[in-house]
């Protein structure tokens, strides 16, 4: 846990602030606007990380030698769906597919400042050195804004029926994420092996169906405790504000 090389050193801390900074900037300039104009900053993450993926996806059909490994079965792909659903559909549609992006995102920036290797590889050792390094920082930080963002524009307001969705979207990627990695023999997010020791000695002693039920019950896991903490959090300030009047 928190290994990082040197480029982490430099490239992480200084991306966050960039996107911190971006963040604090639209909230002044958008605080009193209406939630409508408050979304276009997700919005266009949205549509960005759909071009990134495309981009990425003829590249390595053109340009690069193609492995089933640039196929969108990552965990982080979801978000190439999962983003434009939350910002795009309207009313129950919506209010369903909003949590899945702001808690599964937060998942991931735990997992790239925690354990970066294990998200980046060693992309941030030259950002600018070749079209993966590029892509993977980008991509991968597409999630981070589009946490900050949610949170500083007030984007998302958890209800109590939210934890549905949240374990729906894990359960629907495990649904063909699972059987594609063993069809293609790819380890996509870790279902084959385990980067993390602890788990791997877990796959090792106890096979591989004992380990693939923890992967994705800690997945769920937490992903519920983040929505909770966020919950509390969202009615301890409502019922602060209420006091106020």
């Known amino acids: 846990m928190f290994n990082w090389s040197k480029g982490d050193v430099f490239v992480l801390p200084l991306a966050l602030a960039f996107i911190v900074f971006t963040g604090v900037v639209l909230w002044l300039f958008l605080r009193n606007?209406?939630?409508?104009?408050?979304?276009?900053?997700?919005?266009?993450?949205?549509?960005?990380?759909?071009?990134?993926?495309?981009?990425?996806?003829?590249?390595?059909?053109?340009?690069?030698?193609?492995?089933?490994?640039?196929?969108?079965?990552?965990?982080?792909?979801?978000?190439?769906?999962?983003?434009?659903?939350?910002?795009?559909?309207?009313?129950?549609?919506?209010?369903?597919?909003?949590?899945?992006?702001?808690?599964?995102?937060?998942?991931?920036?735990?997992?790239?400042?925690?354990?970066?290797?294990?998200?980046?590889?060693?992309?941030?050792?030259?950002?600018?050195?070749?079209?993966?390094?590029a892509h993977t920082i980008l991509f991968h930080h597409c999630m981070v804004a589009y946490f900050v963002f949610s949170v500083l524009l007030g984007n998302y307001r958890p209800q109590k029926k939210d934890w549905i969705p949240l374990i729906a979207g894990i359960g629907f990627y495990a649904l063909y994420a699972v059987p594609v990695a063993y069809a293609l023999k790819i380890n996509y997010v870790n279902i084959l092996k385990s980067d993390f020791a602890p788990f791997e000695s877990i796959r090792v002693s106890s096979g591989q169906f004992v380990y693939n039920a923890l992967l994705f019950t800690v997945a769920v896991v937490s992903v519920l405790v983040i929505w909770g903490i966020y919950y509390a959090i969202r009615r301890l300030r409502d019922k602060m504000a209420a006091k106020k009047f």
């Open 33 to 133: 606007k209406s939630e409508r104009a408050r979304s276009i900053p997700l919005k266009v993450l949205a549509v960005f990380i759909v071009l990134l993926e495309a981009s990425k996806q003829i590249y390595y059909n053109f340009f690069e030698p193609f492995t089933y490994y640039i196929l969108p079965f990552h965990f982080c792909s979801t978000f190439i769906w999962l983003m434009p659903l939350a910002q795009f559909t309207v009313g129950k549609a919506q209010r369903f597919f909003k949590p899945m992006p702001i808690c599964y995102s937060l998942i991931v920036i735990v997992l790239i400042y925690a354990y970066p290797r294990v998200l980046l590889g060693n992309s941030t050792a030259n950002v600018f050195g070749s079209f993966h390094n």
